[in-house]
């Protein structure tokens, strides 16, 4: 999985969404845009990105402040800044983006497979204010037509808590990848599967489009990945 692989390098997307994954000629799945990506250490395997990383942190942070607001809240001009998208974001990274860690990527991943399986919106009230509300509060209702495994899933990727969101606690993607919903998948064989999309998509990629409900501030780490 792509999460998988990222978090095992230390990195934290913290804008996962549809418009963020493209299809390939060959009908596999790639993620783009790591311009508001986080990395944390981990030790003995991304030594030299993560030092880079804050080399580029220290960068950005010693930049002049521009702005009135930037100089109003200096405290703010930092890699904490606000990022994510309206429908997609944690509710930890509305309410304090300091404690944002690689569960904010498998809360996205449980949204996104809602509107997978219904086409879908899980989190979309009137304007930003409300969504953002109705995402703190973490209550929702799901859609009739999704099976149990499909709701228990969800559920378990949307937990208000983020150390019990399944694929980050004790058990880890391998937990992850056991779950019933993807009884059906050979994960040690997947890589070498021909994809079902192959030859199917039009031109080298295929970028989905999303409302412009978007809080992004783009950074430099796109280039390191």
């Known amino acids: 999985m792509i999460l998988e ?4 390098q230390g990195i934290v ?10 299809l390939t000629n060959q009908g596999r799945l790639k993620c783009i845009d790591f ?4 990395v944390f ?15 580029i942190q220290a960068r950005f942070n010693s930049q002049p402040k521009n702005s009135i607001l930037e100089r109003m809240h200096p405290s703010q001009n930092n890699r904490k800044s606000f990022v994510g998208t309206t429908y997609y974001i944690a509710p930890e990274m509305i309410t304090d983006q300091d404690s944002v860690n690689p569960s904010v990527d498998l809360w996205a991943f ?3 497979l809602y509107r997978l399986l219904t086409g879908q919106y899980l989190f979309d009230e009137v ?15 799901l859609d009739k037509s999704i099976d149990e495994s499909g709701k228990d899933l969800i559920r378990k990727l949307l937990h208000k808590e983020p150390s019990q969101r399944i694929g980050f606690g004790e058990g880890g993607f391998a937990e992850l990848k056991g779950h019933p919903f993807f009884e059906e998948i050979d994960w040690d064989g997947i890589d070498q599967m021909e994809s079902p999309l192959k030859g199917r998509v039009f031109g080298n990629c295929s970028r989905a489009r999303e409302p412009a409900r978007n809080r992004e501030h783009p950074g430099e780490l796109g280039r390191l990945v």
């Open 5 to 8: 692989e990222l978090h095992s």
């Open 13 to 22: 997307h913290r804008d996962i969404k549809p418009e963020n994954l493209l």
């Open 35 to 38: 311009g508001t990506a986080d």
């Open 41 to 55: 250490a981990v030790p003995g395997v991304n030594d030299k990105l993560h030092e880079h990383f804050l080399k």
């Open 110 to 112: 449980g949204v996104i």
């Open 127 to 141: 304007n930003d204010y409300l969504t953002f509300e109705k995402i703190k509060s973490s209550e929702f209702e």
